[in-house]
């Protein structure tokens, strides 16, 4: 007689701890970046935390809620402007700073939303593009903050960050890291919880799961409110290390949308490593192939359509699909041992099933 099989529900696996523990690793040594990195490699570092938090941030509002928006360059900018309004008009610590303009992203993110969730498919993202370009267009007649030529952080704002160089750069360093942190915890709460579930069920069926009871549109809201504040305080952040802002600039389509796409879609689109993967693949491509000039911008696109034609998932999704690893543990997963002779569980790897979190 074949003996009974026994199952076990787990949400950790081998790759996973393991991940996780390189993960405590790395973050160690970039928390102590300050002590062994040079000024231009923590500059480095720091935009690559800062795209890595906004692509997982578009990401989540894409990959999963389905909102494919090409006006996220909006609330970067308004974020960017609320840091430099706040700290010269109000004389708010530009550490204070930071927090209060991604809640002021939030707040604005609610009208937005309401206005454009009118708008399905190709039209709201273009809808979000053109309130990206309304937001531009306001931001250059504010004449206090230079309009359209734009203005520079006051040199005493600069200085109340920190007493010497060193430290200021150490300390806006940090804070890119933190937000970056904040962003992957925040993504992996959200996805393990309840409200995350729904979300991947509206990525997976959007009818199936509204026939089931959810409410999409409270989803779909609810996600991109929470997107647009976090990007609103990425962009706080990007134009304090810059300590320069202008109209073009904060609202540049190119830098923080078409960037932040493409890092999505190489890494792939609906996982939480995807953006993780593009963001580092991305910046290796620009710091080797930024000198070609127009041809750098040819050779991105070249390698997107590659990838998207030899794995439509992604990197991540193409590994993924090969080897069944993820690194974050989202979903459980059911196990099934068999008894030996004494009666002790042995595992049948064979018979291990991961579903998707559904």
């Given amino acids: 007689m074949s003996a009974t099989a026994n199952y076990t529900v787990v949400r950790f696996s081998t790759p996973s701890r393991i991940a996780a523990v390189a993960a405590i690793v790395i973050l160690i040594v970039l928390a102590c970046a300050p002590l062994w990195a040079g000024r231009a490699d923590m500059r480095l570092l720091s935009e690559l935390f800062l795209y890595m938090a906004l692509a997982s941030l578009w990401n989540l509002l894409a990959g999963y809620a389905g909102l494919v928006s090409v006006g996220q360059q909006a609330f970067v900018g308004f974020g960017g402007y609320c840091l430099f309004g706040l700290t010269i008009f109000f004389g708010l610590s530009p550490l204070a700073a930071v927090p209060i303009a991604g809640l002021a992203g939030a707040l604005v993110s609610v009208p937005v939303a309401v206005l454009i969730f009118r708008l399905r498919g190709a039209y709201f993202a273009i809808g979000t593009w053109v309130i990206a370009e309304v937001f531009r267009l306001t931001a250059a007649q504010v004449s206090s903050l230079g309009g359209g030529s734009g203005t520079s952080l006051p040199v005493a704002i600069v200085k109340s960050i920190a007493d010497s160089r060193a430290m200021r750069e150490a300390t806006t360093y940090w804070m890119a890291l933190g937000i970056v942190l904040l962003v992957l915890v925040l993504v992996c709460v959200l996805l393990r919880s309840r409200r995350g579930i729904a979300l991947t069920a509206i990525r997976d069926n959007e009818l199936a799961s509204q026939s089931l009871g959810i409410d999409i549109w409270r989803a779909k809201f609810f996600v991109y409110v929470i997107t647009g504040g976090l990007t609103a305080a990425v962009g706080a952040l990007i134009f304090l290390q810059k300590l320069r802002i202008s109209p073009d600039a904060a609202f540049s389509v190119n830098d923080w949308t078409a960037f932040v796409i493409f890092i999505v879609v190489i890494g792939g689109i609906g996982t939480i490593e995807g953006p993780i993967i593009g963001t580092i693949i991305f ?18 696109g070249l390698v997107a359509i590659v990838i998207m034609l030899r794995a439509p998932k992604g990197i991540w999704g193409f590994v993924r699909q090969k080897t069944g690893f993820d690194l974050f543990a989202l979903s459980r997963r059911v196990i099934a041992t068999h008894p030996d002779r004494r009666g002790n569980n042995t595992d049948n790897k064979e018979n291990a099933h991961e579903p998707q979190a559904t």
């Fill in 283 to 300: 910046f290796l491509l620009r710091e080797t192939l930024a000198d070609l000039g127009a041809l750098y911008l040819m050779i991105l």
